[in-house]
């Protein structure tokens, strides 16, 4: 039974900095790569950020560069999202999901298994 959870969204204020977890069950931790995507009311999913456990390859969007960063602690098969310098576009509900043939760019059909979300809130 594979799960994923994520966890660890909070209110922050306007340039603070909060760290996602990502647990992972059910999968063979070094066969995948994890995804953050991130979904506001009436607005689509945006892929945030991406590592993969089998070539160590990471993905970032424009938007995030030079603030967030990922990295993964295998021996509890978790991977973290790191953001700092937190504007309030960043709120939404982060998710975070398991690919087994993830290798650059970012295709929500890529990814197979999904977690539930974890609220962001940044206030200005």
């Known amino acids: 039974d594979v799960q994923l959870q994520a966890s660890g969204g909070s209110f922050v204020q306007t340039g603070g900095s909060l760290r996602l977890s990502c647990v992972v069950s059910?999968?063979?931790?070094?066969?995948?790569?994890i995804g953050w995507f991130r979904q506001t009311p009436g607005k689509g999913r945006e892929a945030v950020s991406c590592?993969?456990?089998?070539?160590?390859?990471?993905y970032f969007a424009d938007t995030v560069k030079g603030r967030f960063s990922i990295s993964s602690d295998n021996a509890r098969n978790t991977v973290y999202l790191s953001m700092n310098g937190l504007k309030p576009e960043d709120t939404a509900v982060y998710y975070c999901?398991?690919?087994?043939?993830?290798?650059?760019?970012?295709?929500?059909?890529?990814?197979?298994?999904w977690g539930q979300g974890t609220q962001v809130t940044v206030s200005s």
């Open positions: 059910g999968l063979s931790f070094g066969d995948i790569a």
């Open positions: 590592l993969s456990m089998y070539h160590g390859s990471t």
């Open positions: 999901a398991a690919s087994t043939r993830w290798y650059s760019g970012i295709r929500e059909s890529d990814f197979d298994s």
